[in-house]
């Protein structure tokens, strides 16, 4: 059975460039989180999704960051314009639980560098 | 500020050995904790998990320990094993999806 599914798996681009990152949950997962991952910070939440609905945002640094989910097998997390201090490791990450604690299951990441 | 600190970095342990890991935290209201493993080039994995109501569970090699006055978990793994050497995350949250990540530790064991 397929896992959480990411692409790119590394993405290099130029200051100012437009990046979409893209995600497939586990099927049959209500939750959908992305989380970006920096040697200062950890590992961060940026935004949670329940049942394709966006729940809690908080964790998204600035406007240049916006996430969609238009359906329950398909999210994107766009960064436009991108910057040099946005380069970091992204990983989505599904859960069949609805709020509460449980397993979250990790895709293998998104390695951005912006240049 | 970081409410869940890994104050080491990395760590080396012979083959065979106990590894201890260990995790702080600074928020009281956290009640329910969680170790991921994360091998190069994939994503974190789920280990184990432990709740406030305990101060000990076990799975296998894996036992976490949670003392809530020290604010402090730790994990243990005996004997380790070549295979166990990846970075550790621990987690906290507050009984909901948001879990807050340490730094990690970059655990390698010895052969």
């Known amino acids: 059975d397929a896992g959480v599914i990411q692409s790119p798996r590394h993405e290099v681009t130029e200051m100012g460039q437009e990046v979409t990152l893209r995600c497939k949950p586990i099927s049959g997962h209500n939750s959908l989180f992305w989380y970006r991952q920096t040697m200062m910070r950890g590992l961060e939440l940026l935004i949670y999704?329940?049942?394709?609905?966006?729940?809690?945002d908080s964790g998204m640094p600035e406007d240049r960051f916006s996430a969609k989910m238009p359906n329950a097998s398909f999210s994107t997390l766009k960064i436009q314009p991108s910057e040099p201090r946005d380069s970091a490791v992204y990983f989505c990450?599904?859960?069949?639980?609805?709020?509460?604690?449980?397993?979250?299951?990790f895709g293998p990441g998104t390695r951005l560098t912006v240049l | 500020d970081q409410q869940v600190k890994q104050n080491s970095p990395s760590l080396s342990v012979q083959e065979g050995r106990i590894s201890i890991l260990n995790c702080d935290y600074t928020?009281?209201?956290?009640?329910?904790f969680l170790w991921y493993k994360k091998y190069p080039a994939e994503g974190p994995t789920f280990l184990i998990s432990i709740s406030s109501i305990k101060d000990k569970n076990e799975d296998g090699r894996f036992t976490v320990f949670l003392n809530k006055s020290a604010k402090h978990l730790s994990l243990h793994i005996v004997p380790s094993q070549p295979g166990d050497s990846a970075v550790y995350f621990c987690?906290?949250?507050?009984?909901?999806?948001?879990?807050?990540f340490g730094t990690g530790t970059r655990l390698k064991v010895l052969a």
């Open positions: 990450a599904s859960s069949l639980v609805s709020g509460g604690p449980g397993e979250q299951f």
């Open positions: 987690a906290a949250s507050r009984r909901t999806y948001k879990y807050i």
């Open positions: 928020n009281s209201m956290f009640d329910y």
């Open positions: 999704f329940n049942n394709n609905v966006p729940i809690d």
